[in-house]
């Protein structure tokens, strides 16, 4: 019986000793290392005739034994019998990993505490991969939760768009009519002019929830802040400088340029905000190359970052997180929409590229605008602005269709006001019944976001019943759904009536129609 017992013992110990996973060893009721197994020499990097007799302290990092923790962990283990935690060790070498830690008190038969048996697993891969599935699980609710901010911010300025056409065209309907009264236009321009505001704020919700009409074209990064140098000047305080700093032969970039000198515009001026002591504000480009896709960076890829740099007081870690959440301000009531960034960053999504901001606090920030390279790089052919219709090229029977009651009775008297016949429809299947009813139509002009049949899917309906008959698609989105026709004239909401004539007489251009004009009949 007591040669298995010893036999049993020998078993364990081997067992024991032989575990390479986790770190097994004894310690003594005052702390000192009085066994030692494979796994502990792995993990730990001593060996068994370094460490004996050594106490288990020196496993702990300097912070941890100044409060104690090696000695309070042995106290509780010997009252409550056990004591569990994480946290960092000290290797031999110094290095540093992360640990399960497991002491258990043991016992003789009388209860007087021989000493503790101390379990340690190194689990530093699992807290790292822990971390990133965190990190992944963060970035997928913000994702999910500014995709779900994109399209409530969408759906709003569509809705805000269709509000401003009505309240637009009324005004401009009015000013017209009431032009020699010089008590009532003045009051008629104020209006305008607030609506026009709202406009632009509806433009930024559409660049935020990157649904805006953007005009993608290769354009010269340098030329274009020479020709905003003016303008920039005037943004700034008279205490500040600005700087350009621009390489010769920097390669043509693919923007909006309109939207792009607004961006560039918005960050000198959050730039002059956060610098009221003064001081220089730097513009600079430089070419840029990825060679593999970053996961918070751009994608690979020719670029050139375009940054705007400035001396002001910078942003903290949490203010730097939230900087580019719509609606999210520093500045005081009335003096920031929280817009400006938000939208630079749907701008840049949609052309391809990357907004990065980079801020510590009393540091300055820098926002880098990461703008891909144009593919073809030859001059760009200046195309003439399009004009209204010239007076006497023809008057029209237009079909005039939207759901929102206000826009389609200013559309309509826009419409009238230009000479045209209109008809109404509230609906696409009003619009197709009508088509049915009348031969002689010869442009249409419909909103795209309708229930139940969409204006790009009322197009592909009219180009089967009448083919080659101009169909206008009056919105503020930037991308249709897949599959509709992207080929068709667009009229960016809210549009003026000089905007109005300048899409039909486009439309006639483009698809003549002959022996059509009222005029000419």
């Keep these: 019986m007591e040669t298995e017992l010893r036999r049993s013992e020998e078993q364990f110990r081997i067992?024991?000793?032989?575990?390479?996973?986790?770190?097994?060893?004894?310690?003594?009721?005052?702390?000192?290392?009085?066994?030692?197994?494979?796994?502990?020499?792995?993990?730990?990097?001593?060996?068994?005739?370094?460490?004996?007799?050594?106490?288990?302290?020196?496993?702990?990092?300097?912070?941890?034994?100044?409060?104690?923790?090696?000695?309070?962990?042995?106290?509780?283990?010997?009252?409550?019998?056990?004591?569990?935690?994480?946290?960092?060790r000290v290797r031999k070498d110094g290095s540093r990993f992360w640990a399960s830690v497991v002491i258990d008190a043991l016992r003789d038969g009388d209860g007087s505490l021989l000493g503790f048996a101390k379990v340690t697993r190194d689990i530093t891969e699992k807290r790292e991969a822990q971390r990133k599935l965190e990190e992944v699980r963060e970035e997928l609710f913000q994702a999910q939760k500014m995709e779900a901010v994109g399209q409530l911010t969408g759906g709003m300025a569509h809705d805000f768009n269709n509000l401003l056409m009505a309240v637009l065209g009324s005004l401009e309907i009015l000013r017209k009519r009431t032009a020699d009264n010089p008590d009532i236009t003045p009051l008629i321009d104020n209006a305008m002019q607030g609506a026009q505001r709202g406009a632009a704020l509806t433009q930024r919700m559409l660049a935020f929830s990157r649904r805006q009409e953007l005009k993608i074209e290769p354009l010269d990064v340098t030329e274009l802040v020479r020709n905003m140098?003016?303008?920039?000047?005037?943004?700034?305080?008279?205490?500040?400088t600005i700087e350009t700093r621009f390489?010769?032969?920097l390669p043509r970039v693919t923007s909006d340029p309109n939207q792009l000198e607004n961006a560039l515009l918005n960050l000198v001026a959050n730039a002059r905000d956060a610098m009221s002591k003064g001081g220089p504000l730097v513009i600079a480009a430089e070419p840029r190359e990825i060679a593999r896709d970053e996961p918070d960076g751009p994608k690979a890829g020719a670029y050139v970052c375009l940054s705007v740099k400035d001396a002001g007081e910078g942003m903290d870690s949490a203010t730097l997180a939230n900087a580019t959440t719509p609606f999210f301000t520093t500045k005081g009531v009335g003096k920031g929409t929280g817009l400006g960034l938000p939208m630079i960053e749907g701008l840049m999504a949609q052309s391809g590229g990357k907004l990065i901001l980079k801020s510590r606090k009393g540091e300055g920030t820098t926002a880098e605008l990461w703008l891909p390279v144009a593919a073809k790089t030859e001059a760009r052919k200046e195309e003439p602005a399009m004009e209204a219709a010239p007076a006497g090229g023809g008057f029209f029977n237009i079909l005039a269709v939207d759901d929102d009651v206000l826009v389609l009775m200013n559309t309509a008297i826009m419409l009238e006001d230009l000479g045209h016949t209109v008809l109404q429809a509230h609906s696409a299947e009003e619009a197709l019944k009508l088509l049915d009813d009348h031969n002689d139509i010869h442009i249409v002009i419909t909103d795209h976001a309708m229930p139940?049949?969409?204006?790009?899917?009322?197009?592909?309906?009219?180009?089967?019943?009448?083919?080659?008959?101009?169909v206008i698609l009056a919105t503020g989105y930037a991308e249709l759904p897949a599959g509709s026709n992207n080929d068709l004239l667009r009229l960016p909401k809210p549009f003026n009536q000089d905007q109005l004539a300048a899409v039909i007489a486009k439309a006639v251009m483009e698809a003549p129609l002959a022996g059509t004009a009222a005029g000419e009949a």
Excluded: C
């Design 15 to 88: 067992l024991v000793q032989g575990v390479a996973d986790y770190a097994i060893y004894m310690l003594n009721p005052q702390g000192y290392v009085s066994s030692w197994n494979l796994g502990a020499q792995r993990i730990k990097g001593y060996t068994q005739q370094e460490i004996l007799g050594q106490h288990f302290s020196r496993f702990y990092t300097e912070e941890d034994r100044a409060t104690q923790l090696p000695w309070r962990a042995l106290d509780i283990a010997a009252r409550e019998g056990r004591f569990e935690n994480e946290g960092w």
């Design 229 to 240: 140098a003016d303008l920039l000047q005037r943004t700034i305080n008279p205490s500040m």
């Design 247 to 249: 390489p010769l032969g």
């Design 452 to 470: 139940r049949m969409t204006g790009s899917q009322l197009a592909a309906a009219l180009a089967e019943r009448r083919p080659g008959l101009p």
